[in-house]
């Protein structure tokens, strides 16, 4: 359950409405890294994390950019509000205006609607938070590039703000991350296996984890060429054998 504040995470007040920024602005709402998808990718993943601290820290960011939807949403009204036909004519927007008005409509810079085929929820705790740093990083990209383009200081110190949160819910996840690490039975091959479904591997793991993990363990090894290995000893100083 959620409880809803009246207020802005961050103010906007833009003084000088400016379509043509709107038209690209668009994507931090409904883009392939933008705040709706960041909502809808950590609200929907944390129901598949097996440890009590990661789903708070899902639950937590996922909320914040909600407020982060809420904000850009703002932004974009206040940059598109009491047009003119010759404003909405001359500054490109008419191609939106036609379709939405005014009206807030999630979709990315090129146009292109927001789907939730943007973002994954794998179940897999190690799968999915690695995909919520790059989403972080990503989102922290397309900020820095929205900052390049915009000169007003009205628009610019929200996006700076929005920018900044992308760090630091980045510092969380790989905070999380680590707390999935340290929980894994494998300790040195935390990626073997997927920690809701694989249980009671027995530990201490070593390299080579063969021990009794519930799902049947493969005893052949991965067939690697010797050739290959010769070329590259590092990558295999050690083999692993897979739960199937």
Known sequence: MWIYQKSLEYPVKIKNPDPALAKFIITALGGPDGELAASTRYLSQRFGMPYREVTGILTDVG????????????ILYQLTRNLSDRQIKESGFDTYFVDHTAGIYPQGASGAPFTAAVLQSKGDIFTDLNEDLAAEMKARTMYDNILRMVDDPDVREPFKFLREREVVHYQRFA????????RAECKSNFYLTTPTFDKNCTPPCTNVCSTGCAAKVRTSEIQIPSEEKRHHPSVYAFEVKRPY
């Open 63 to 74: 909320t914040e950019e909600l407020s982060h939807v809420e904000i850009v949403s703002t």
């Open 175 to 182: 905070e999380a991350l680590g707390i999935a690490q340290e």
